[in-house]
């Protein structure tokens, strides 16, 4: 396990029109510094949230999943970030987990939100992943997910945490903005790990406002990074592997947690 080197772009998104910003994104990809592992974009980056998934749902090979191969591909780094996803019929808020090589893993939003329009067309995900880079663990999440500690929570068996990183990538009202910085904190801190909250600023075509407020935050819940509010700014930084492994060691309350099991 090495130090990381991650980068997460808080950028506004032009409302459907996914071309536009393939662009865009790519972009800001190509002005971040060399030396990335892994590159973060928001949720339904290439859309906007929400939109209807009849006409811009894609396969998992569509163009925007070939996209970001081809982007994970030039700068050398992984990329992640959702999408809507067709799949059998049913629709998804999916984050694709693209590695250079063009192998990927996907992660199908768990709680999908009841009191807007996400819940009445699209199916919620049943299982988790974690992803290996470089010797991290990293559990990537989509937004409304951070409300929901007992599906978030890290784990402590045989003397390992499950992850070291957790990830959500938001499309976040601004009216919410105080619950979302301070949930990122709580589930740093109750999780012993890095926290990254990654979400979209500027005003979609509903007239709904993101501030953005995305924000690293480490083990101890301190910010290391945060973006400016409502600014679109790329914030590039380094995970710490010895930081991480010294707070651990110094205060690990994982092995007085609670064992449990989600019933699906």
């Known amino acids: 396990m090495r130090d990381l080197k991650i980068s997460f ?16 994104f790519a972009d800001k990809i190509s002005k971040l510094k060399s030396g990335d592992h892994l590159i973060i974009l928001p949720e339904m980056f290439n859309t906007a949230f929400p939109v209807d998934p009849r006409q811009f749902a894609e396969k998992i090979d569509g163009p925007t999943f070939e996209w970001m191969h081809e982007s994970a591909k030039q700068a050398n780094a992984v990329i992640t970030g959702s999408l809507m996803i067709e799949d059998d019929g049913r629709y998804f808020n999916c984050l694709v987990w ?21 819940s009445g067309f699209i199916s919620k995900g049943m299982g988790k992943i974690i992803c290996d ?5 990293i559990s990537p999440m989509i937004c409304y997910d951070l409300r929901f500690p007992v599906w978030v929570k890290n ?15 938001a499309n976040w009202p601004e009216i919410r ?3 979302w910085k301070q949930l990122l904190i709580a ?18 075509d509903k007239g709904m406002s993101y501030s953005g407020d995305s924000m690293l935050i480490g083990p101890d819940g301190k910010v290391l990074s945060a973006a400016g509010a409502g600014k679109e700014e790329s914030i590039s930084t380094r995970l710490s592997a010895g ?5 651990r060691k110094s205060f690990n309350v994982g092995a007085d947690w609670d064992n449990f099991t989600i019933h699906h």
Not at 103 to 116: A, D, E, I, P, S
């Open 155 to 169: 784990t402590y068996r045989d003397g390992k945490f499950e992850y070291d990183l957790l990830i959500f990538v």
């Open 133 to 137: 880079l470089h010797g991290w663990k």
């Open 9 to 24: 772009i808080q950028s506004d998104i032009v409302w459907e029109d996914p071309e536009e910003n393939r662009k865009k």
């Open 98 to 118: 693209m590695e250079p090589s063009g192998n990927y893993r996907t992660y199908f939003k768990r709680h999908v939100f009841h009191l807007g329009e996400e």
């Open 177 to 179: 903005n105080y619950p």
């Open 243 to 247: 930081d991480l492994k010294e707070f």
């Open 187 to 204: 589930r740093a801190m109750e999780n012993q790990s890095y926290v990254i909250g990654l979400n979209r600023v500027g005003v979609d």
